[in-house]
C-alpha cells in the first residue's frame, strides 16, 4: 500500500504524530502541507492531519498569530515553516476529485472535550469528502496545552493506530471492489 502523510504543524506536535502515524503505517511518506503534492494519483492511502485552532482547522490567521505569540513571549518551539501557504485548507480546496479513494484525518488538540476544543479532523474529514475521499477513520491526539508538549503516550497510540489503519486498509480495499 503506497500511503502519503500530509500534516500542518506549528509547535511540532502535529508533525511528531505525523511521523509516528508514518511509522505506524510502516514506513510512509510524511511531508508537510505546503511542499505536498497536487497529484494523488499512485496514493492508495492518504493521511490528513493539523492542529486545532480556535474550535477548527488553522487558518492563515491562526497560524500567524500563534507564531507571532510564540516570538513575543520569547519562548517555546516555532516549526520553521508554520507559517507557510498553502495551509491545509488551500491545498485541499486545490486538489482534483479522486472518487472512491480512501483517506484518514487526525488532528491535535488540547486535553479537553471536544465540545470546548473543537476537532479539526472533522473539517479535514468533510474538506476531503467533497473531493469524493472515502474516510476510514479520524482520531485526535492530545497536547497538555496549546502549545504542547503531547500527552503521555500519545506518541505511542499514534504508531498503534497506524498499524491498525494499515490492517484495515486492505479490507477496505477488498470491500470497494465487490
Known amino acids: ?9 506549528v ?8 511521523e509516528a ?6 514506513g510512509a511518506d510524511v511531508v508537510p502541507v505546503h511542499r505536498a503534492p497536487a497529484q494523488l494519483d499512485d496514493v492508495d492511502l ?3 492531519g493539523g492542529p486545532t485552532h ?17 516570538h513575543e ?3 517555546g518551539h516555532v516549526e520553521p515553516d508554520a507559517a507557510e501557504e498553502p495551509g491545509l485548507r488551500a491545498w485541499i480546496r486545490e486538489l482534483p476529485d479522486r472518487r472512491g479513494a480512501r483517506a484518514v484525518t487526525f488532528d491535535t488538540r488540547l486535553d479537553r472535550s471536544p465540545w470546548l476544543t473543537g476537532v479539526a479532523s472533522r473539517g479535514i474529514a468533510k474538506r476531503l469528502r467533497r473531493h469524493g475521499y472515502e474516510i476510514l477513520a479520524t482520531d ?3 497536547v497538555q496545552d496549546a502549545e504542547g ?15 491498525q489503519v494499515a490492517a484495515s486498509a486492505p479490507v477496505a480495499a477488498s470491500t470497494d471492489a465487490s
Open 1 to 9: 500500500m503506497n500511503a502519503l502523510v500530509v500534516y500542518e504543524s
Open 11 to 18: 509547535y511540532g506536535n502535529t508533525r511528531a504524530v505525523a
Open 21 to 26: 502515524i508514518a511509522d505506524g503505517l510502516d
Open 46 to 48: 492518504l493521511v490528513v
Open 54 to 70: 480556535m474550535h477548527g482547522m488553522t487558518t492563515a490567521r491562526s497560524r500567524r498569530l500563534a507564531v507571532d505569540g510564540v
Open 73 to 75: 513571549d520569547g519562548a
Open 140 to 142: 485526535s491526539f492530545l
Open 149 to 163: 508538549p503531547l500527552a503521555d503516550g500519545e506518541l505511542e497510540r499514534a504508531r498503534a493506530w497506524g498499524m
